[in-house]
């Protein structure tokens, strides 16, 4: 398989985590969606990634679309996420917070660096919708006790969060306050030190640097 992405990214580091932890191996192409965009193209249309290329030329596109695949190949009764049922329903409803709220930490980059003129509705919107996530999510997770999300083993929840976080607070100096969110806080360090986080890391880069 080849992973096509940087590891900045919050949605590429998510699959490529995964795709460590279910010890499945892959070929990591570190291509970027504004330098690389036209190495892109040939693979995925919109050029964007993560975008993952199977060993028989099949190509995935979008994060949860490409775990569902991985899920499905490594079987249930090792997947990061419940089969079926109010479990997997609660987490992937965590996912899409998770991703939602990378969505709009990277609309804000776009904002600040590539428009000369600026939307401070937008942006306040867009600052408006995170907070508005954070809270949600702190509130969920504070009130859970296990080591994870929701158990003693990681899950894709536990990906999303943590890798989303990190693209926060190297992206956006400031807007993730761990006084105000502390149990995000904590869930985020747990999974940081775990090795495969430490390995699959790439601090953020803003785009055209």
């Known amino acids: 398989m080849i992973l096509i992405g940087q590891y900045d990214s919050p949605f590429v580091r998510r699959v490529a985590i995964a795709l460590r932890l279910y010890g499945l191996d ?3 192409r570190q291509w970027s969606t504004f330098g ?7 693979y995925n249309p919109l050029r964007r990634v993560p975008t993952l290329v199977l060993d028989d030329g ?11 695949h991985l899920d499905e190949t490594i079987g249930p ?3 990061m996420i419940a089969e079926r049922g109010p ?9 899409a917070l998770a991703t939602g709220l990378g969505d709009k930490a990277v609309s804000l980059v776009y904002e600040r660096l590539l428009h000369r003129e600026k939307s401070d509705v ?19 997770r504070a009130g859970r006790r296990f080591a994870f999300w929701f ?3 990681i899950g894709h929840a536990d990906i999303a969060v943590a890798c989303v976080i990190r693209f926060m607070q190297e992206a956006h100096s400031g807007v993730f306050d761990a006084g105000r969110w502390p149990a995000l806080a904590a869930h985020a360090g747990r999974c940081e030190a775990l090795p495969p986080f430490q390995e699959i890391a790439q601090p953020f880069s803003a785009p055209g640097d």
């Open 26 to 28: 892959f070929e990591h």
């Open 36 to 42: 690389d965009a036209d190495r892109i193209a040939p």
């Open 58 to 68: 099949e190509v995935l596109i979008e994060s949860a679309a490409i775990l569902d």
């Open 77 to 79: 009764s090792r997947a």
């Open 87 to 95: 479990r997997r329903r609660e987490a992937l409803k965590v996912c």
């Open 122 to 140: 937008w942006m306040k919107r867009c600052e408006t919708q995170i907070a508005g996530v954070l809270d949600a999510l702190e509130a969920d």
């Open 151 to 153: 158990g003693d083993e």
